[in-house]
């Protein structure tokens, strides 16, 4: 009687996917809609030391349409460059204050499209990614990781209250699903109109 010898990788693909870096030790925030732009997402990953690294959230235009960054500026004014943030000291003295809706950044895409960033949290702006000025595309290739925008700590006090006004990851997909669901049905409802 001859028996097969067992598949090595069968008992390996039952095994869960090992998490990654940054489900392993950031949360998921999301602000959904920021300044009131349909699908301009973004996603706010707050670590347990309470610092918050702003990424673009999945559905962000500049990642679902397959559009090309052009270039990205971290010059918010005319006398506002978030390059020139220095941080120093435990303090973290001269770092920029941003509100909620401070812009950090622009991407201008090839299309002539320009977006605007938001810090989405109340903190302080510890450093922004130049890694993006000379290599944008690493925004939609790795948006929450070598991507990111910039990276904000909160006031200790109100680093419980930071997330008020964001969703969480099962709000984020619910808000995510009814813009689907939403467009399927406009797009249907076009489609009965034309025939």
């Given at each position: 009687?001859?028996?097969e010898?067992e598949?090595?990788?069968a008992?390996?693909?039952?095994?869960?996917?090992?998490?990654?870096l940054?489900?392993r030790y950031?949360?998921?925030?999301?602000?959904a809609?920021?300044?009131?732009?349909?699908?301009?997402?973004?996603c706010?990953?707050?670590h347990s030391?309470?610092i918050?690294?702003?990424?673009?959230?999945?559905?962000?235009?500049?990642?679902?349409?397959?559009?090309?960054?052009?270039s990205i500026?971290?010059q918010?004014?005319?006398?506002c460059s978030?390059?020139?943030?220095k941080v120093?000291?435990?303090?973290?003295?001269g770092?920029?204050?941003?509100?909620e809706l401070?812009?950090l950044?622009?991407i201008?895409?090839?299309?002539?499209e320009?977006?605007?960033?938001?810090s989405c949290?109340r903190?302080r702006?510890?450093?922004?990614?130049?890694?993006?000025?000379h290599?944008?595309?690493?925004?939609?290739?790795?948006?929450s990781t070598?991507?990111?925008?910039?990276?904000?700590?909160?006031?200790?006090?109100?680093?419980k209250s930071?997330?008020?006004g964001?969703?969480?990851q099962?709000?984020?997909?619910e808000v995510?699903l009814?813009?689907?669901?939403a467009?399927t049905a406009a797009?249907c409802?076009?489609?009965?109109e034309?025939?």
């Open positions: 009687m001859t028996t010898p598949d090595p990788v008992p390996l693909a039952a095994e869960p996917a090992v998490p990654s940054v489900d950031f949360t998921r925030w999301y602000k809609d920021v300044k009131g732009k349909p699908c301009e997402d973004h706010i990953l707050q030391n309470r918050c690294v702003i990424t673009l959230a999945g559905s962000h235009p500049v990642l679902q349409s397959g559009k090309t960054i052009k500026s971290y918010i004014s005319t006398n978030r390059l020139q943030n120093s000291g435990k303090f973290k003295r770092a920029q204050f941003l509100t401070a812009p950044c622009k201008y895409c090839s299309d002539g320009e977006y605007t960033i938001s949290v903190g702006l510890m450093e922004v990614n130049e890694y993006l000025l290599k944008p595309s690493i925004l939609q290739e790795k948006p070598e991507g990111y925008i910039a990276v904000v700590l909160p006031k200790f006090e109100e680093s930071v997330t008020e964001l969703l969480t099962k709000e984020y997909e995510v009814k813009r689907l669901k467009t797009s409802g076009a489609r009965t034309v025939e």
